[in-house]
Structures are given as C-alpha cells and as structure tokens.
C-alpha cells in the first residue's frame, strides 16, 4: 500500500512538474527570463510558488530544464520530418507548427540574453548537429563541427533577426503563414547549391564568393 501511494504521488508530481515546466517555457517566450517570476509560473500552471521549487530548486534550474525540453522536442521533430518522411506530410506538419513556434520563440529569448544558458544552449546545439551529421551524413562533411556551428548560427541567427526576416517575407516567421513561407525558402536554400564545384574547390582558399555576398563595403545590386 505504501509503495502504491508513493507511485502515485510520485505520478502527480510528474504532472505537476510538467505543468511547472510547460508555463515557464510559454512565459520565457513571451517576456524573457527576466521578465517571468516564480510566482508568475505558478500562477500559469495553478500551483503555488513553494511547489516551482520543490520541483526546480531556482529560476536558473527551472530554464536548464526548459532548455533541454525544447532541444528535444526540435530534435524529435525535425527527425520525424526529415528521417520518416513527414516533411511533405501537411497534416503533420500542421500539427507540429505550434508546438515548433513555441519553441522558436522560446529560443530567440533564450539565445540573446547573454547569460553562461545561452552560451551552454547554444554550444549543446553545435554538439547535436555534430552528432546528427556524423550519425546520418558520415564522411559528407570535412568538418561537421565547423559545418553544425555555423548552421545553427545561421538557423538561430534568424529566429534572433525575425522582425527584419519576417519584414522581408511578408508574414511573421512566428506565425503558421510565415513559418511556413521561411520552411520553403529553407528547403530551396538547402537543396540548391550556391557554388559551382570549380568555386567551391576555390572558394577554402578565399578565392570564391557566393553570390550575393557583400565584397568591397558594397551591396549587391538588386
């Protein structure tokens, strides 16, 4: 009987700890990490404050935990839509989009804060990028590290810059319309290569540019 009570409790708790968890990450998205209280969380998910720390400890424990919630749940996405085919699948992806907005958003507040988090979350990106090209792409990359910094840099990049992309797009990137409109225009971006093979074998020693790139303190004609 004890050890019943103890299963279901320990139950409740994991609800309550992924309710705690679920209305942090939504409130860090929307205001920031400094920008949510405890008290705010604990309201969002109808518990009281003493509970958020019996579960989290802190506010900083309460973001690593939502840090690696969001990771995850991107990571298993993406690898539903890109390894078992469900990037073509609409009603997938329809059904994926808030959750996968959610968690941009989330990341475009974690990311630009500064803090020894965002540093720690980005660096854990790089690690998974490296672990996902050598795992699915070996021997394709000469330097998957290299290859995974600068994709997440360029993927986060956006998520930080959405006011200007979503400017340009016509829809905002956080929404189901935009989201929508930048997946297209990754799709393109990944599967149409910029170099030609002779500028690529060039282009390690300086010696080519892709186009469009801004040379000489000069834009790109349009």
């Known amino acids: 009987m004890a050890a019943s009570a103890a299963g279901e409790r320990s139950a409740e708790d994991l609800t309550a700890r992924a309710r705690i968890r679920d209305a942090a990450l939504a409130l860090f998205a929307e205001r920031g990490m400094d920008g949510a209280t405890i008290r705010d969380i604990a309201k969002a998910a109808g518990v009281s404050g003493g509970l958020v720390r019996h579960h989290f400890g802190s506010k900083d424990h ?11 749940q991107l990571m298993q996405i993406k690898e539903q839509a890109v390894l078992d085919g469900q990037l073509a699948n609409a009603s997938f992806m329809s059904a994926a ?4 907005l959610l968690l941009y958003r989330y990341l475009a507040r974690s990311l630009v804060d500064g803090s020894p988090a965002a540093a720690a979350m980005f660096d854990e990106m790089v690690e998974l990028g490296e672990a996902w090209l050598t795992r699915h792409n070996p021997g394709q990359m000469a330097d998957p590290r290299g290859y995974s910094a600068v994709l997440v840099a360029m993927q986060t990049g956006m998520l930080m810059m959405h006011v200007q992309v979503s400017r340009w797009l016509g ?4 929404t189901a319309e935009g989201h ?24 390690a020693g300086g010696g080519g540019t892709p186009p469009g790139t801004v040379t000489g303190g000069r834009r790109p004609a349009r």
């Open 180 to 203: 929508l409109r930048l997946t297209q225009a990754l799709i393109d971006f990944f599967s149409q290569p910029l170099l030609s093979p002779g500028t690529r074998r060039t282009g």
């Open 62 to 72: 309460l973001r690593a935990a939502c840090d690696s919630y969001a990771l995850d």
């Open 171 to 174: 829809a905002d990137i956080f």
């Open 97 to 100: 989009h808030p959750t996968v």
